[in-house]
């Protein structure tokens, strides 16, 4: 019985203990199977967070084709002759010296050897190598680097030829999916072709015709095994493995390279012994990476433009719309008129025609100017500089250099705005009294050389370049609706919030100041009846097969009722007839504009125009010195300019406008004067003789 009773204990612990091992293991399982469950959830969760992102991120289809970057053509710049036939500017080559080379002049060894050390799964795949980029993430994460590796052939070539070399996740991504799309649309033999003959080889050899030539002084097609290796040998990073730079680096790496093409059995035992054993004979030859040509100032604007359009248009980077337009086989439509431009650089580039020479410490003087069709925008010339150019993409005063305009900014920011808002009309009387207080501020100018008139017309104010009458117009006007009309009805793009301020706007005295460009565009407004029209330079741009591929029309901006824009120009004609601008008068047409001084005489500006043109014209050192000289040397300059351009045109006369009846003194005005109707149709006379004023300051544009 005993015994019967010990078996029956121990029966029931090993019961005990197997129910207990099951229940164990059960809860294992479930714990088990809930941590799976977890991970799915979490899994498909991440799945489909990734998947929103894409698609709201990232699923955008390769911007830039292949077809666009057809390296073998070159692009031009083209103007209009006048017979109307199209003629070559200039022609736009790459930088990078670079010949293509057609995918059967391209020795198998050599492509075989670029994919055995840069991609060796490239004939497998649809773009992008699973294993290396999934290797490669892990690393990164777990590595914490941010070198992401893994890049197949294919997304090496989206990244020479987009430069998005950033390195982010979302780059990284976003060129997975390029690579993915660009291997639906083309097979492996282009993509190895441009491949080959779009990366950088070193020494200054872009692809692989430069990189042959440079190094053994042959031919693609006449390379051996083991000069392809040691080329290819270069990719991986043109510094290191430069044989020029390190023999010994780029040795070891050959034979990495040969070692490589004979475990994928690209070459047998013997040619990769051979290969092994053969010293390349490198043959250091020069190549030429930059072109002789000098670009005339007009070019270069040319190819900013369309740089600048190309980014827009495109939502590309810069070196990718460079790259489009030095090498895409574009033809580009220019604005350029020979003629015009020939008599701008006749004055221009003869520094004796000039009328000031160096400065004291041995500066040269400087000019540039910019003429503009006011009707259409278009700009047949330009210079952005004096003298002979030598240099390409240097300094071009006309378009890139910002400088205070001194008064020509005065019927822009002052007069033009106060009569488009009805403040002002030319009979507007004010007081030009060194004792004004104005109402937004404490500040108030004096008149160059001192002296003031009393109660005189806003016209006289103009005329005379008065800083107190401009002060006082401001005033009723605010620097607010002053700085805003400047940008968004003239184009004006140079401001800063601190030019929203009386002496900025009234004065001239901008902070960083204002492109000659940007002058001369601002006043296109006056003489095209009130409508504002943004420059250019290019018409459209086409392809190599002649497809429109951008189009730039004129782009315009009421900015002033018709009749205001009269009446500028009626004020602006009896400022260089009886004013500061006579010396930009030309002998057979009427001529409107605005001299410009800004402080200690640094700057010297004459903006002006007649029925045909708009031109500016800025003088002055690049550093900052007094310039000395009798007169205005802009004005000078313009008259010259403008006279040889007008020679043969027939006479014009600006509109007659409707004067607005004569008000009290400004200053005790209660309501503002009404804005002066336009005449229905207006008589295409000459302007009224100009007031007899006595003797005035030459200029008012210092304060």
Known sequence: MASRGKKSTVRSVADGTASATASVAGSILRTIGTIFLIFIVTALL??????????????????????????????????????????????????????????????????????????????????VDWYRTTGAFVNMFLGMRNDFGGSTITQQL??????????????????????LQLEKNYSKEEIMEWYLNVIYFGEGSYGIYTAAETYFNKAP??????????????????????????????????????????????ITKEEHDAAVAEEPAFVHTETQTATNTVYSYYAETVIEDVIRALMADRSISRDTAKQLLYQGGYQVYSCYDPQIQSVVDSIYTDLSKLP???????????????????????IPALCGGTGAKTIN???????????????????????????????ITQNTLVNDSPNIKLKGTSWYPRNSGGGNYGVITIRRGLQSSLNTVSAQILDKLTPQVSFQFLKEKLGVTSLVDADCDYAPLSLGQLTNGITVREMAQAYSAFVNDGTFTYSRTFNYVTDSA?????????????????????????????A????????????????????????????RWFVGFTPYYVAAVWTGYDTNEKIVVYGNPAARIWGQVMSAVHANLPYKAF?????????????????????????????PEATKPPDNPPNVPAEGGNP
């Open 221 to 266: 097609k006449d390379l051996t095994l083991s000069e392809c290796a040691s080329i290819v040998s270069i990719t991986n990073n043109p510094s290191k493995y430069d044989p020029f730079i390190s023999a010994e680096n780029n040795n070891n790496r050959r034979i990495t390279v040969l070692d490589k093409m004979y475990e994928l059995e690209f």
């Open 158 to 179: 989206i990244k020479n030829l987009t430069h998005q070399d950033d390195i982010t996740v979302q780059r990284k991504l976003l060129e997975i999916f390029q690579a």
């Open 655 to 683: 509109p007659t406008p409707e004067i607005g009846k004569p008000t009290g003194i400004f200053g005790n005005l209660v309501i503002a004067t009404p804005t002066p109707s336009p005449t229905a149709t207006p008589t």
């Open 546 to 574: 002649g497809n429109v591929v951008l189009e730039n029309p004129a782009r315009t901006i009421t900015a002033f009722k018709q009749n205001v824009a009269w009446n500028i120009t009626d004020m602006l004609f009896n």
């Open 46 to 127: 991440f799945m489909c967070i990734f998947a929103y992102y894409v698609k709201t991120c990232l699923s955008t289809e390769l911007d830039v084709q292949l077809e666009d970057f057809t390296v073998s053509l070159s692009s031009s710049i083209l103007y209009q002759d006048v017979n109307g036939g199209w003629q070559k500017l200039v022609g736009l080559s790459s930088l990078e010296k670079r010949v293509w080379v057609d995918y059967d002049e391209i020795p198998e060894n050599l492509m075989h050897a670029a994919v055995s050390i840069e991609d060796q799964r490239f004939y497998q795949h649809k773009g």
């Open 393 to 423: 993409f240097g300094t071009n005063r006309a378009t890139q250099s910002q400088r205070p305009p001194g008064s020509s900014i005065k019927p822009i920011a002052v007069y033009g705005p106060a009569m488009e808002l009805g403040l």
């Open 576 to 603: 260089v007839n009886a004013g500061t601008g006579t010396e930009a008068r030309l002998s057979n047409m009427p001529v409107a504009g605005k001299t410009g001084t800004t402080t200690a005489d640094y700057d």
């Open 356 to 378: 000031v020479g160096t400065s004291a410490s041995g500066q040269q003087f400087e000019s540039a100017i910019v003429i503009l069709d006011p009707y259409t925008g278009e």
